[in-house]
């Protein structure tokens, strides 16, 4: 649209007699002009062959006319001119200097508007303003009243979160999250779930890194329904329906027990529980399942060894390997009494609580358990190698395999328990190659192996930066 002044849009339009006297002028002159051409048209000698050659000359002008406009509407602008008016999502003229390029930033955002026509498109409005373009988003509706919308947002890299912020809550957004977002956020949500239920479908260990990768960063704890030494546990009689409470939901575990998941800096609304419960569902509905590829390793004497998943039904085999155990491995692996080793068992042992390899000989015996545990938003591994079978590279081979688990489930660091004394222990950790940290707790040695320094095939999205160190459960 061509720009008009203000100031001249409104002023007085003046009365000129001179222009009605020319106006008028030009009129007759045109008469006349007519006049003449109609007499010598019609009273000439050819007249009439005039008359057509007049027509065909305006019509093939006008077919010339119509095929150079046609030509020319869909050529490029000269000079590969940008186009005048802005395209969708960039930022105005006056925040992007001609030929330039700003970089963006990619944000997750979530807030709370109210549930009345023309909220959303104040919302966008105030986000278009400040240059930000909406990728995606997600609208959950609140029981109450008033709706939690959800946003992948592409920003101006030198726009700060608190702009932004003020932005929405200039527009009527309250109870506003921000948070920055990466690659993964990309993908739409039906593809994620989707991709979340085949993971879960394939192996049963995967429910709470499910739970996690759909609600963000939270932490989940899997409570089994009775305590090790037989009695019930507090807090695992969740109903089937499951239980909301703001930050924390209570969801039934197919396996016994519940699945707490907690999130306290974000509430979680009615449809991200809605979601949470379908998975839990599949899970119930597949029963216990854990993939049962293996593979043969030769140990550098000759000998061959399985390694393979272990579940429940390794239980037996674990309590003999326990059998032929020395008391200090039992006690360097457990941290506490040894008559308790086989209580651990079938906690160790269940999908829920992490992921377990085994390693067996040629004759089926059970000889190595390696642990990955989930620990709340942290992870443990752990190893228990038979006496006769240490020092034959076999529990390097499995903290391998098991450091190659967490990281393509997305953790950023594990953690090992272990003492000074346990030398195996600590040169398996030392030969992974990654960054390490030592700390004396409680008269114990916790070796952390930082992740972020290995190759990542698949890492999943809203992971927790490493976890700062807390008291762990050295029974594991």
């Known amino acids: 649209m061509t720009e008009r002044n203000p100031a001249s849009a409104h002023r007085p339009h003046r009365h000129h007699w001179r222009r009605d006297v020319v106006e008028l002028a030009a009129l007759f002159c045109a008469v006349a002009v007519a006049d003449g051409i109609a007499n010598l048209v019609v009273h000439g000698p050819r007249g009439p062959i005039l008359l057509v050659a007049s027509a065909v000359a305006l019509l093939v002008t006008a077919a010339f006319h119509t095929w150079w406009a046609r030509r020319h509407s869909h050529a490029p602008p000269p000079g590969n001119a940008a186009p005048s008016g802005p395209a969708r999502g960039t930022a105005p003229a006056a925040s992007s200097p001609a030929g330039t390029r700003t970089s963006a930033a990619l944000w997750r955002m979530r807030t709370t508007v109210r549930d009345e026509p023309g909220s959303l498109a104040s919302l966008c409005t105030a986000l278009a303003r400040n240059g930000v373009d909406i990728l995606t988003l997600q609208t959950h509706p609140l029981p109450e009243g008033g709706t939690v919308d959800e946003f992948l947002l592409r920003a101006p890299q030198e726009l700060p979160s608190a702009e932004l912020t003020r932005a929405v809550a200039q527009a009527g957004g309250h109870s506003t999250w921000i948070e920055r977002a990466d690659a993964h956020d990309l993908v739409d949500t039906p593809t994620r779930v989707l991709g979340l239920a085949t993971r879960t479908a394939l192996d049963a260990a995967e429910l709470p890194l499910a739970l996690r990768q759909l609600l963000g960063r939270c932490t989940i704890h899997s409570i089994p329904a009775t305590t090790l030494s037989g009695r019930p546990n507090a807090g695992a009689d969740a109903p089937v329906e499951g239980v909301l409470e703001t930050t924390v939901m209570r969801l039934r575990d197919p396996s016994g027990g519940a699945i707490t998941v907690e999130r306290p800096y974000l509430p979680f609304t009615p449809t991200e529980f ?19 590829s293996q593979d043969v390793l030769t140990l550098p004497e000759g000998n061959e060894i399985t390694v393979r998943r272990a579940d429940g039904s390794d239980q037996a085999a674990a309590r003999a390997m ?8 039992l006690g360097l692996r457990y941290h506490g009494p040894v008559s308790d080793a086989d209580r651990y068992l079938g906690h160790l042992l269940s ?3 992490g992921r377990t390899l085994a390693a067996t000989t040629a004759s089926g015996k059970l000889v190595a358990l390696g642990h990955l545990l989930w620990d709340g938003d942290e992870t443990e591994v752990a190893l228990l190698i038979e006496d006769d079978w240490q020092r034959r590279g076999i529990g390097s081979e499995l903290l391998r395999r098991l450091i190659a688990m ?18 195996g222990m600590v040169a398996a950790m030392r030969g992974l190659g990654l960054p390490l940290d030592y700390q004396i707790e409680e008269g114990t040695l916790v070796i952390t192996a930082r992740l972020d320094a290995t190759p990542v095939s698949s890492r999943l999205p809203y992971e927790l930066p490493q976890a700062q160190q807390r008291p762990r459960n050295h029974r594991h």
Do not use: I, K, M
């Open 274 to 292: 809605a979601r949470a419960r379908a998975l839990v569902e599949l899970d119930a509905r597949l029963g216990p399942r854990v993939p049962r």
């Open 322 to 329: 326990h059998d032929r155990c020395s008391e200090r491995t």
């Open 351 to 353: 999908p829920r609580f």
């Open 406 to 423: 967490a990281v393509e489930a997305g953790c950023d660091s594990v953690y090992a328990v272990t003492q000074a004394s346990n030398t």
